[in-house]
């Protein structure tokens, strides 16, 4: 019942710059981190961060200073502004939302995701 919508995603020469955008809408409640995963063509998806509702961040090692991930918890939204860009970020980028909540004294975990949006660094 969560909905993810990425924009921002494009074409930039390596050492430009991109933001990327998520908007949740639907069911929200209980959605206590957002991140963004990306996949390179011919690996595996990787996490490249995270931020829970009250700010705390991760990230990625090869995105640490170059990479900055903000949410708006009024607007529901999760950017990620990249910076210094090398052709090695070049993925699609998706979205990603966890619902924790507790039911009848048990803990239940619920990943959304978006439908990716592409980000290429070329020359």
Excluded: H
Aim: glycine share 12%; with cysteine; charged share 20%.
């Amino acid at each position: 019942q969560v909905q993810l919508v990425e924009s921002g995603g494009g074409l930039v020469q390596p050492g430009g710059s991109l933001r990327l955008s998520c908007a949740a809408s639907g069911s929200i409640f209980s959605i206590n981190v957002m991140g963004w995963y990306r996949q390179a063509l011919g690996k595996e998806r990787e996490l490249v961060a995270t931020i829970t509702s009250g700010g705390r961040t991760n990230y990625l090692d090869s995105v640490k200073g170059r990479f900055t991930i903000s949410r708006d918890n009024a607007k529901n939204t999760v950017d990620l502004q990249m910076n210094s860009l090398k052709p090695e970020d070049t993925a699609v980028y998706y979205c990603n939302a966890r619902r924790a909540i507790q039911v009848y004294g048990r803990a239940y975990e619920y990943d959304y995701w978006g439908q990716g949006t592409q980000v290429t660094v070329s020359s």
